[in-house]
């Protein structure tokens, strides 16, 4: 679980795919959601993303991260682990 809810995985693991890990690395995180027993969520924002990214984690085992772009789209990942 902890690869998929860091936000900071994706560009450095998916180099060439999604972003650059030679490029800024910069990365803000807010808590949405403080880890309780039932989870937690965040909001993420890079040097690359338009908006920033929501990922929520509800026990025991659902992973959602949101990203929205452009005017008013969203990219959806919903994981059952």
């Known amino acids: 679980i902890e690869n998929v809810v860091d936000p900071a995985h994706v560009t450095i693991s998916h180099h060439g795919v999604i972003g650059d890990r030679?490029?800024?690395?910069?990365?803000?995180?807010e808590i949405v959601d403080s880890l309780s027993k039932n989870g937690f969520s965040i909001l993420a924002n890079t040097s690359f993303q338009e908006k920033p990214s929501t990922t929520r984690f509800t026990a025991p085992s659902s992973v959602d991260i949101s990203l929205p772009f452009g005017d008013g789209g969203c990219s959806q990942l919903q994981l059952y682990v």
């Open 22 to 29: 030679y490029d800024d690395q910069s990365l803000q995180v």
